[in-house]
């Protein structure tokens, strides 16, 4: 079945600290892919549609400059946070869909960011 | 109103019993309907789609009623490893498009 690979699964760095986190769809091409964060007890928030190609389309709320996506090639998204502070540590988890006319999503095994 | 409702629960079941999760949704124009699991710190996993005919997988039931607006999920002879969140999902479009979620409901299978 279709598998998304997300890495690092663990992060833990100082305030201040920029961290990237990968998000690859291994047997499949994912023209979209999506980004969550999930706070304890709480539900998956959508951060952000990453299309390959393009601008990442951001919800409301989001900032863009500090959470920089690049879809560079049709198998990986990558998450930028920029200058993290404590406030940013949560659980980010990517998404990516078949094709276009795949409506159900794969999620990564998700990572566990905590900022000091 | 939220786009999604799902009772939060927590669920709290014997092993083998029946149990029953109930989700709303706001936008009739929904197309797409799903079921997902999330254990506790992992990411969610694809349990079933729902169709309006219904469908069953095994000891899992999904049902759609599109007059109401609302999707349920029907587990029977709960096994102790049911125990997790269940969170409903729903799309508008079936091509493309942000899919919505509910914040989930816990369940908890007790031996």
């Known amino acids: 079945g279709a598998v998304v690979s997300q890495h690092p699964s663990w992060v833990i760095c100082k305030s201040g600290t920029s961290v990237k986190i990968e998000c690859r769809s291994l047997?499949?091409?994912?023209?979209?892919m999506f980004w969550y964060r999930q706070f304890p007890k709480q539900s998956l928030m959508l951060m952000a549609t990453?299309?390959?190609?393009?601008?990442?389309?951001?919800e409301q709320g989001v900032e863009k400059d500090k959470f920089l996506i690049n879809h560079a090639s049709l198998t990986l998204s990558t998450l930028t946070v920029t200058s993290a502070h404590p406030e940013d540590s949560s659980f980010y988890i990517c998404?990516?869909?078949?094709?276009?006319?795949?409506?159900?999503?794969?999620f990564g095994d998700g990572t566990r960011l905590s900022i000091l | 109103r939220k786009e999604v409702e799902q009772d939060p629960g927590p669920f709290n079941v014997p092993e083998g019993a029946t149990v029953a999760f109930n989700c709303t949704y706001s936008?009739?124009?929904?197309?797409?309907f799903f079921w997902y699991r999330q254990d506790c710190r992992k990411e969610p996993k694809l349990l079933m789609s729902?169709?309006?005919s219904g469908n069953e997988d095994g000891r899992f039931t999904a049902q759609l009623n599109r007059a109401s607006q609302y999707i349920s999920l029907l587990i029977r002879d709960s096994k102790l490893s049911d125990s997790a969140t269940y969170l409903c999902?729903?799309?508008?479009?079936?091509?493309?498009?942000?899919?919505?979620f509910g914040d989930g409901t816990t369940l908890t299978v007790k031996p």
């Open positions: 998404s990516a869909r078949e094709g276009p006319s795949v409506v159900a999503q794969h």
């Open positions: 047997d499949f091409q994912a023209t979209t």
């Open positions: 990453s299309n390959e190609g393009s601008k990442a389309t951001y």
């Open positions: 936008n009739s124009a929904s197309q797409s």
């Open positions: 729902v169709y309006s």
């Open positions: 999902v729903v799309n508008i479009n079936t091509n493309a498009g942000k899919s919505t």
